[in-house]
């Protein structure tokens, strides 16, 4: 039982640079987000999917896109990396209205110089 | 947009017991839940409130009182790998997370 796997765990990208993180998870769930955590920060959602199909911009999504590509998998775009974006990606998935809560994956480091 | 207070940084010994706080503005709010982070790792889930009261799992509750907009984590009889970064977390129409209690647990 996987859970939520994200790939790859690690990345350095010169600015400027575009890549994509992905997210797939095993547990037939609905929802999916993914959520950056800056140094000493709690997590700031970016952007999440309801269900397939349909994509929503979080609290910060300037400078992403996503793409949810199936019920299992859901892409996060960084089109022209900067600096700014130097920070921990964690993708996350829910049942749709579910109180336990999200499962989330072991985070992708990212650093841009 | 929602906005959460829980303490920077809370300090006890084995064995003790610890309370973090949280408060939230009520704004279309569901309920609270709790993760907890260990250094590198992701977040995990500990509990959720919707209703008032206490909600006791194992050594962990979780407390919510709805009138004052307000929340705990209480951990009881902490062991060392108890050390984490506990995230109170606004349930609404999407989740946002507080800015993180850093718990030191001293041998």
């Known amino acids: 039982n996987a859970g939520v796997t994200q790939t790859p765990k690690f990345q350095v990208l010169k600015t400027g640079q575009s890549m994509t993180l992905q997210c797939a998870q095993d547990m037939n769930h609905n929802s999916m987000y993914w959520y950056r955590q800056d140094p000493g920060m709690g997590l700031r959602l970016i952007y999440y999917s309801a269900s397939e199909g349909t994509t929503d911009k979080g609290e910060v999504p300037n400078g992403y896109n996503v793409s949810r590509l199936n019920k299992r998998e859901f892409s996060l775009r960084l089109e022209s990396a900067a600096p700014s974006q130097t920070s921990v990606y964690f993708c996350?998935?829910?049942?749709?209205?579910?109180?336990?809560?999200?499962?989330f994956g072991s985070g992708t480091r990212l650093t841009v110089v | 947009g929602q906005s959460l207070e829980q303490p920077s940084e809370v300090t006890a010994v084995e064995g003790a017991i610890v309370q973090i706080n949280c408060t939230y503005q009520t704004s279309g709010f569901y309920g609270l839940s709790w993760y907890q982070q260990h250094d590198g790792g992701a977040p995990t889930f500990l509990s959720y409130n919707a209703l008032d009261g206490l909600e006791e799992t194992g050594r962990f509750s979780s407390f919510l009182s709805r009138s004052d907009s307000y929340g705990y984590l209480l951990l009881q009889e902490l062991q060392m790998k108890d050390s984490a970064s506990y995230f109170c977390?606004?349930?609404?129409?999407?989740?946002?997370f507080g800015p993180g209690t850093r718990l030191s647990v001293l041998p």
């Open positions: 977390v606004f349930y609404g129409q999407n989740f946002v």
């Open positions: 996350a998935s829910s049942r749709t209205g579910d109180n336990y809560g999200y499962t």
